[in-house]
């Protein structure tokens, strides 16, 4: 059996970046005085921007952006594995943004980089309306699982939580936790956010780690209400609308458990093939006359 004490931070990050890594010091202080070996923050951790589209003109190359060395520094400093949530930086061709989570080691190594599949397009109606991909490039990549303390740690982003197929392939994969850092839409969120995050955990018998970005900046407003979840769906650890930093303790012996109890996992069956059916109203009627 694998334990871990794990923190998610919810934070309020805006367009000041320092502004930004002060707090991020700070969390990750207090989790690790708490006892965090695993510290998760949450997406766009770095700079969250009004305006999506001014992203790549502000946003700088991954070597250069002084939160991810932040973020090295405090690691080693305190011991930590210290997932980044994400970080948005510049692409190659810097036409873009990467939204990238980093999983850095205790020694201050990034040993995993992920780039978030499923960037928010949405129609949610007016000013709710939002094209992520102006800005933010979609991963290339597939799924990732980064073992930390003998733990598979799945890897995702805010809007994949919508696309189960991504969260049972980690499970399948070796994920015994599933890392979903976010910047939540305050008119998704009060509908989907918990429920979104319940069903993953139950569809793969893992925990769940949910830590987002609450507050408002700019007039443009996040839903926060971070979670940790339970294997069976429980909330274990819940933030409200202000920054905080959420505690836990994980076990892959209550992981074993759930999924020896709920095998849905090993009960898996490919669907080869989907019969569309229309009845003709005329044989119906017809057949009701006989």
Same mark, same amino acid.
């Given at each position: 059996?694998? =334990? ?11 367009? @000041?970046? @320092? ?58 400093? &305190?011991? *930590?594995w210290l997932h980044t949530g994400s970080l948005l930086v510049r692409t190659e061709d810097g036409a ?14 990034? #040993?995993?980089?992920? @780039? ?14 939002? =094209?992520?991909?102006? +800005?933010?490039?979609? %991963? &290339?990549?597939?799924?990732? #699982?980064?073992?930390?303390? %003998?733990?598979? $740690? ?8 919508? $696309?189960?197929?991504? $969260? ?10 599933? /890392? ?6 305050? #008119? ?6 918990? =429920? ?8 793969? %018998?893992?925990? #769940?780690? +949910?830590?987002?970005?609450?507050? =408002? ?35 892959? @012996?209550? *992981? ?11 009960? /898996? &069956? ?17 057949? +009701?006359?006989?």
């Amino acid at each position: 059996m694998a =334990t871990m004490k794990v923190a998610a931070i919810q934070m309020c990050s805006t367009a @000041d970046v @320092d502004r930004n890594n002060l707090a991020i010091a700070d969390a990750v202080h207090e989790a690790a005085g708490r006892g965090a070996q695993l510290i998760c923050l949450p997406e766009a951790a770095n700079i969250l921007l009004s305006n999506n589209l001014d992203y790549p003109r502000i946003c700088r190359p991954e070597e250069g952006d002084e939160t991810l060395a932040l973020c090295r520094s405090l690691a080693r400093e &305190r011991g *930590v594995w210290l997932h980044t949530g994400s970080l948005l930086v510049r692409t190659e061709d810097g036409a873009r943004v990467w939204n990238r989570s980093h999983v850095i080691a205790p020694s201050g190594d990034i #040993v995993a980089r992920y @780039d978030k599949l499923h960037t928010f397009d949405v129609a949610l109606g007016g000013k709710n309306d939002f =094209t992520e991909s102006l +800005a933010v490039a979609p %991963g &290339r990549g597939g799924g990732i #699982v980064v073992e930390a303390e %003998g733990i598979g $740690f799945g890897l995702s982003i805010c809007y994949d939580i919508r $696309f189960p197929y991504l $969260f049972r392939a980690l499970a399948m994969a070796g994920a015994q936790v599933l /890392t979903i850092p976010a910047s939540f839409s305050p #008119v998704t969120g009060p509908l989907h956010w918990e =429920t979104l995050l319940k069903a993953r955990a139950i569809e793969t %018998g893992c925990y #769940v780690i +949910a830590p987002g970005q609450c507050g =408002t900046r700019d007039g443009v407003r996040t839903f926060g209400q971070s979670r940790i979840i339970s294997p069976m769906g429980e909330v274990i650890a819940a933030a409200g609308d202000d920054p905080d930093v959420l505690m836990a303790d994980i076990y892959t @012996d209550t *992981v074993d458990d759930v999924r020896r109890k709920l095998p849905v996992l090993m009960q /898996t &069956r490919n669907i080869e093939t989907i019969q569309y059916v229309t009845p003709h109203v005329d044989d119906l009627m017809h057949e +009701a006359e006989a």
